[in-house]
């Protein structure tokens, strides 16, 4: 339905920045149907002007060689423009259909179409020589009594008001087409593929909502040359299957979807997708970023999965953060290795690692977290259920001053040491919860009591405070009692002995603390005195 005037340009003459933006702006270059517009009008182009003078400002900034991600700012300088000029101007085709050719009743014509048009019924337009606009879906009679309409070589569908639209429908009524266009906001899906049309060159459906279309949807238009599908609503597609040579794909401004699998984007016969460097992800994890720059990240990632320590796991580009200066993209990755029989952390992790996933293993230590530079970049690490049973070695380490998520459920951990976590906890400000419920904690008197503490004191972050239980065994049958730790008190875990060398200590301490109170009011005491009376008080004084 349409053609494209594309510049092109030295490909060593433009960094690949460069080129990137350079292909924005150009694929708002006018869209022309022979002599008329059908995507945009003269000042919808002139509208542009502002935009790509700045993109071309903005090349020329660009140091050779740059191949970062351009920001998004500007990105999105360059305006979707879907628009199709007869329908936003039904008036304007309504009396052009009544021009020249009928000179004898060109007033009460173009009345009787503008009437039409404005009705709610389907309406036609017929523009000598071949072009038809209909509004609101087709007049099937007037094309099925022959006249003029059977001359329809363009045909404009406005304002389309079914959910699907039936291509075979073309074969009956407009058997020698050449130029489709459809737009309208009720459109969701195409009945059926296109049937053979031989004269098919250019099919635009544009504006709609139009979210799936299959993989041979075009496939028996031979001569097709030029389909423009921006606009819509796809999510995602598969490479389309055509006969003719050589078809211009268009595909901008439509709700990518860059969590499932669109690789094949950046193999070399892609290229009839001539506008695919500006297709920009949609969905809740990519919003915003450049197709293109979301399935590299994921192509690397998956070589990457395919090592020796990890060829049985699963990979994915979770998020792609963009950097302080705009200028590129920092991919966080998803490693999941639970339930692969894994009796050590492996050894090798994808570059940019920041979640691991190792839950249901036989891993007995975390040695890897302080020892192995691939683990330097993981945030989140999930070890539920694996044969751990300390992780003293942790303690002081880099990596526990800088996790987020440290998940140990069901594990064989009996004490912790608490001051070390506490410590790491509180200088961490990027710590998000810990899970530690499940594990065979003992009851200690004053190991209890001082985990009591801890958990009540970061209750917000140990997510499972509530479900951690320790246990003692009981003097009378020689069973393990389970109590929840949060509610513990000494008298039920410690024994007489213990309680009273703790209540001993205890008061020692208040007694000592006492002391230190009152020989700093004494000394408080003395300097006042001192200071008034300008000598010593008489204790002091009778001291040899």
Not at 268 to 281: A, F, G, M, N
């Amino acid at each position: 339905m349409a053609t494209t005037r594309r510049h092109r340009t030295p490909p060593d003459s433009l960094s690949t920045s460069a080129r990137f933006v350079l292909s924005a702006a150009l694929s708002h270059v006018r869209i022309t149907t022979g002599g008329g517009s059908i995507f945009s009008s003269r000042n919808r182009r002139l509208a542009l002007v502002p935009a790509a003078v700045v993109v071309v400002l903005t090349l020329l900034t660009i140091p050779p060689g740059t191949n970062a991600q351009l920001p998004l700012s500007l990105q999105n300088l360059v305006v979707e423009n879907v628009a199709i000029e007869e329908c936003a101007s039904p008036a304007r085709s309504a009396t052009h259909s009544s021009q020249p050719h009928a000179p004898h009743s060109s007033s009460s014509s173009s009345s009787s179409n503008t009437a039409n048009l404005h009705s709610n019924r389907p309406a036609c337009v017929f523009t000598p020589p071949n072009r038809t606009v209909c509004y609101r879906g087709f007049e099937t009679k007037r094309f099925q009594a022959g006249g003029r309409f059977n001359l329809t070589r363009r045909l404009v569908l406005c304002d389309w008001p079914l959910k699907s639209f039936d291509p075979l429908v073309l074969a009956r009524l407009v058997p020698r087409i050449e130029r489709l266009a459809i737009t309208g906001r009720m459109l969701q899906r195409l009945a059926h593929d296109f049937p053979p049309l031989p004269y098919l060159r250019m099919v635009n459906i544009t504006g709609t909502r139009l979210n799936h279309t299959g993989v041979n949807a075009f496939y028996e238009l031979e001569r097709l040359q030029v389909l423009n599908l921006r606009g819509n609503e796809l999510e995602q597609i598969q490479p389309y299957r055509f006969r003719s040579g050589h078809v211009e794909v268009y595909l901008q401004g439509n709700l990518w979807n860059c969590t499932n699998d669109m690789i094949w984007l950046l193999k070399e016969q892609s290229r009839q997708y001539v506008d695919k460097p500006t297709l920009v992800c949609k969905d809740w994890k990519y919003t915003g970023r450049p197709v293109l720059t979301a399935m590299e990240y994921k192509r690397v990632v998956r070589e990457s999965c395919l090592h020796e320590e990890i060829w049985n796991c699963s990979c994915h580009v979770s998020y792609l953060r963009l950097s302080d200066n705009g200028l590129s993209f920092h991919p966080m990755i998803m490693v999941n290795c639970s339930d692969r029989g894994f009796y050590q952390l492996p050894q090798y992790l994808p570059g940019n690692t920041t979640v691991l996933h190792m839950a249901r293993n036989k891993l007995q230590s975390v040695d890897s977290l302080t020892t192995n530079e691939h683990y330097q970049s993981v945030q989140d690490i999930y070890l539920d259920e694996n044969r751990i049973t300390s992780i003293d070695i942790l303690e002081d380490t880099i990596w526990l001053d800088n996790f987020r998520i440290l998940s140990l459920r069901g594990n064989r951990m009996n004490r912790i040491r608490v001051y070390s976590v506490e410590h790491a906890i509180e200088r961490n400000p990027g710590v998000g919860k810990v899970y530690l419920s499940n594990n065979p904690w003992r009851c200690g008197c004053r190991f209890a009591i001082r985990f009591q503490r801890f958990l009540r004191k970061h209750e917000s972050l140990v997510a499972d405070s509530r479900n951690i239980t320790c246990y003692f065994i009981n003097d009378d049958d020689g069973r393990k009692q389970y109590l929840p730790v949060l509610t513990v008190t000494p008298n039920d875990i410690c024994r007489p002995s213990e309680h009273n060398t703790a209540a001993f200590y205890n008061t020692l301490s208040i007694i000592f603390a006492t002391l230190i109170i009152l020989i700093f009011t004494k000394l408080a005491y003395d300097y006042y005195h001192y200071r008034k009376y300008g000598k010593l008080p008489w204790l002091i004084m009778k001291m040899p």
